[in-house]
């Protein structure tokens, strides 16, 4: 039995797609991996990379956007941390994975206008072309990488979400993230290393 | 055999294309608006914590049980919502049973998705799963699920899969059968 050339040619594109994905899923960071810089553009207009970050010791790279609830829910939390860690070493950098074509809500212009309306402290930067939220394995907003800088090169050391309460600040048993942070500042390794939350797909 | 593929890639193709969802309506009357706000005070929504949720993971009969986890803030759940809807219209008398596990605020279970499921008159069995310690019960559900949604299983007694994905109708009825034919 022949199958037309067409069909088959549909059946491989049709495909692909699924195992592009799992590829790129498989091949993004693992804890202990060391990241490839990155030059994204920020809200101000300036391109950011950590290599500009002489003094850090480490980064807290939050992937976040304007329009999901659990990012917005955490928007404050992301702000509280380059709060406490920025003055230790740890600054936070976000970076806004979706693509504003597919979700209006996340345009430049929009990102530039919440990061003023609230005050960032801490860049926003955009991943045009949605090329460097694959390469973290980013899957969600929001999806939090702590790393640590070393001879060898920026290392993963925590993937996640930031705490085990979305709903309730108050409420939170466990703050993932500093909890990470604090124990790299303390030559310490990181025991919970990886944590699992819901959170918006990314919109590529 | 070679028609069923094509029709099904036929399928694939066209549902591409339907990017318009009907549930747009751009202009409601207030009393429709009303009707909505009062129809939606009726739905009786049960809300599940991960301990009690369980026991839709795991129900041991002949049923084919397809679990998707969503949220009315989630657009691509929403675009594929009427896929699963048709599964569970078409299936109804081969033992295939639809769960649609709302992720939703809770605070916005009134104002929100209690509307939602009424405008959009979903007939699926609706739930709501409120558990905050997430990296709990996430591994619990599929060791490899990242928690973005959409994500749904499909599974009849022991024979389960797991998909951290957004559907087509044709590719969710292809795996659906896949189970139910187990």
Redesign the interface.
Known sequence: ?K?PVF?SI??VT?FSD?IS?DVTINNSYKIGDVVSDFELKNVDGNMVSMSDYKDAKGFIIAFTCNT??FAQ?YEGRIMDLDKKYASKGYPVIAINPNNPEV?PGDSFKAMQDRAKEKGYTFPYLVDEGQHVYPEFGA??TP?MFVLQKTKKGNIVRYI??ID?????PT?VKTK?VEEAVDALLKGEEVKQQE?????????A | MKYIWLLILLGVLSSCKDKKSSSNSNVESSTEIQDVSSKAKTVKLDVYNFNDFKNFLNKANDTTYVINFWATWCAPCVKELPYFEKLNQKYIDKKVKVILVSLDFPHLYDSKLKPFIVENHLKSKVIALDDVDMNAWIPQIDKDWSGSIPATIIYKNKTSKFFEQSFTYELLEVETLKILNK
Do not use: E, L, R
Not at chain 1, 164 to 168: P, V
Not at chain 1, 195 to 203: D, E, F, L, Q
């Open positions: 039995m199958t069909i549909v059946m049709f699924y994905n999901c609830p829910a979700q899957t969600k999806h996640g979400a085990d309460n979305y709903k309730d409420a993932y944590t699992k939350a819901i959170g918006c797909s990314i919109k």
